[in-house]
């Protein structure tokens, strides 16, 4: 079958088909983890319908509202994206917080030298520059296993800890000839010519959120409408069958690491040059939680996306729901992991029962194989056997 062949079947009405099934799947689990935080909130004597109240008006309430959960979201969408395309190469990326961080990093030292160059060109480069550094970092993990075998969930753990603690050097050891401040534990200001512009007066939302769903959508047509999204695909559901394709395993892995750090690059200059203006020492987390983003969104760009969007109204409206209701906050984190809980658990149903009705259908096939089985050695013809006309 050839390439082509292949994602115009993965692509069809079927597949359309498909997908349904994977929607209402992500949809319940999420309106059964909202029960389940109803159940938790009736026990700590509030009332859930007040605070889900609360938490819908915090997250689209007004603009400002509004406004904040495209913010939470722009680091998720993008974070989820890169947890994607690894786990779509058969990789568990847990190092998108650190490629965060190096992205981050990169993008604030460049946008905070004054190179006197116009925003059309001074902001591209930054985010090249974040992507590029966030990239290189991911495909470090990616290499490795393809040369040496070393797991990704390993390596990128170990890379997480080295991008900390090389943050923090850069940021309170390299004053001297670096543009960090290291009262402030954070590189200088990025220069305006490098910021992500404003979208909406007197709020904190950039352009970061029209990067993650341009990402998104680059990221679709890369993965289900070109030759390396197939084999992408193709590596991850079986290195077997890449192998007998002729793939090469180690090429593909690599890019498909390389390509998740560009993306979480990409979502650590959204937090530099949009949110903070600068890179600061402090990881947010949002690596940690775009693994969650990814699960929840079933592994696909747009899923990543309506996934996004919710764990960032969750965010953004923890605050409101807490002042509200009188409920903590702390909740959207419990929220969280049962969104999480859920999914895996209407995963699980959906694959038991699949496999339930593939032995009742094997179960049914076996009989009738039986029997034409025991007809085709039955002897042909209408005379004697040769004993019965020796015995006449």
């Known amino acids: 079958m050839s390439e082509a062949t292949d994602t115009r079947q993965i692509e069809s009405p079927g597949w359309l088909r498909q997908s349904g099934p994977m929607v209402l799947t992500s949809a319940g689990a999420v309106a059964l983890a909202l029960a389940l935080g109803a159940l938790v909130i009736l026990f700590s004597g509030q009332d859930p319908v007040v605070a889900y109240r609360a938490l819908v008006s915090g997250a689209f309430g007004d603009r400002r509202g509004i406004a904040e959960t495209l913010v939470a979201a722009t680091p998720y969408i993008l974070g989820g994206l890169a947890f994607t395309v690894a786990f779509r190469a058969g990789m568990f990326n847990i190092g998108i917080e650190g490629q965060i961080v190096i992205g981050g990093l990169a993008c604030g030292l460049v946008g905070a030298y004054d190179l ?43 890379l997480n800890y080295l991008a900390f603690r090389l943050l923090t050097y850069v940021l309170t050891e390299t004053e001297s000839w670096l543009p960090v401040n290291i009262q402030l534990q954070a590189t200088k200001p990025v220069q305006p010519e490098a910021r992500l512009p404003n979208l909406l007066e007197r709020t904190r939302l950039h352009a970061g959120i029209i990067v993650a769903l341009a990402a998104a959508l680059v990221l679709w047509l890369l993965l289900y409408r070109t030759t390396w999204g197939y084999r992408v695909r ?36 959204g937090e530099t040059l949009g949110l903070q203006g600068k890179q600061i020492s402090a990881p947010q987390g949002y690596g940690f939680t775009a693994i969650a983003v990814g699960l929840v969104g079933r592994n696909h760009p747009l899923g990543v996306v309506l996934s996004g969007l919710l764990f960032g109204a969750l965010r953004s ?58 007809r085709s050695q039955e002897p042909v013809g209408e005379g004697p056997v040769p004993s019965q006309r020796g015995q006449g």
């Open 116 to 158: 006197g160059l116009p925003p059309v060109i001074f902001l591209p480069l930054a985010l090249i520059v974040a992507a590029l550094a966030g990239g290189l970092w991911g495909a470090i993990p990616g290499a490795l296993k393809a040369v040496s075998g070393a797991h990704e969930v390993i390596t990128t753990i170990m």
């Open 234 to 269: 193709t590596v991850g559901y079986s290195r077997g069958a890449a192998a007998f394709a002729g793939f090469s395993w180690g090429k593909v892995v690599t890019g498909a690491m390389f390509a998740s750090g560009v993306l979480a690059g990409l979502a650590g200059a």
């Open 317 to 374: 409206g923890a605050t409101e729901m807490q002042n509200t209701a009188g409920t903590s906050k702390e909740l959207v984190l419990v929220l969280q992991g049962l969104i999480i809980l859920s999914v895996a658990a209407f995963v699980s149903a959906s694959r038991l029962q699949r496999w339930w009705a593939r032995r009742v259908r094997e179960r049914r096939t076996i009989p009738s194989d039986v029997t034409t089985m025991r």
